[in-house]
Nanobody
């Protein structure tokens, strides 16, 4: 079964940091661009960023550029999202998927940024 499982979320104060992980299984992980998304209650899914299959290229949404960094470890089928200088508007459920692949991407991991 093609799926990903995100973890590492939690409650953090504004200005703090979190590192999320997302493990893929059921597909050749190293062959796929991986994307991070987030979703807040009652709102549309928002693209956060992506990383190329080799890890040599990344792209970020304007709202997170300069604060978030995506990396990957293909030996461990894992993609990471390092989030720094967190803001309350970064609150939401974060999950990853493999670009152009259908699968079960799960509910994600919850990030809450609050004082």
């Amino acid at each position: 079964q093609v799926q990903t499982v995100a973890s590492g979320g939690g409650l953090v104060q504004p200005g703090g940091s979190l590192r999320l992980s997302c493990v893929g299984s059921g597909f050749p992980f190293s062959n796929y661009f991986m994307r991070w998304y987030r979703q807040r209650a009652g709102k549309e899914r928002q693209f956060v960023g992506l990383i190329s299959d080799s890890g040599g290229g990344t792209q970020y949404a304007t709202s997170v550029r300069g604060r978030f960094t995506i990396s990957r470890d293909n030996d461990k089928n894992t993609v990471f999202l390092q989030m720094n200088s967190l803001k309350p508007e970064d609150t939401g459920f974060y999950y990853c998927d493999a670009a152009e692949l259908d699968g079960d991407w799960g509910q994600g991991t919850q990030v809450t940024v609050s004082a």
